[in-house]
Nanobody
Framework: QVQLVESGGGLVQAGGSLRLSCAASGRTFSRSGMGWFRQAPGKEREKVGGISWTGSSTYYADSVKGRFTISRDNAKNTVYLQMNNLKPEDTAVYYC???????????????WGQGTQVTVSS
């Protein structure tokens, strides 16, 4: 069983930055591929980034490529999403997710966090 807790969301002006963190419990984090998703009101959930369980590969949605960076620290059981040059359309609840041995681009995850709100004002 893996429990995920996101933090770092908040209100930021357009062009600003935020770093989201996702702390994982359990002994399988180092073997878990991790993903970041977001869901805006009235929209479907979309994957914005992923990192393989080895940490050797990453995936980004076109909408965030060049602005968002995903990374992981296995010693801290934490995955991060650095978000730069934020836009109002990035406003959403952001979720992290985990799946054992997952690749960066997978869309299937077994464990989910509760989400953290990111609001970007224009």
């Amino acid at each position: 069983q893996v429990q995920l807790v996101e933090s770092g969301g908040g209100l930021v002006q357009a062009g600003g930055s935020l770093r989201l963190s996702c702390a994982a419990s359990g002994r399988t984090f180092s073997r878990s591929g991790m993903g970041w998703f977001r869901q805006a009101p009235g929209k479907e959930r979309e994957k914005v980034g992923g990192i393989s369980w080895t940490g050797s590969s990453t995936y980004y949605a076109d909408s965030v490529k060049g602005r968002f960076t995903i990374s992981r620290d296995n010693a801290k059981n934490t995955v991060y999403l650095q978000m730069n040059n934020l836009k109002p359309e990035d406003t959403a609840v952001y979720y992290c997710a985990a799946r054992e041995l997952a690749l960066a681009a997978t869309t299937r995850y077994d464990y989910w966090g509760q989400g953290t709100q990111v609001t970007v004002s224009s």
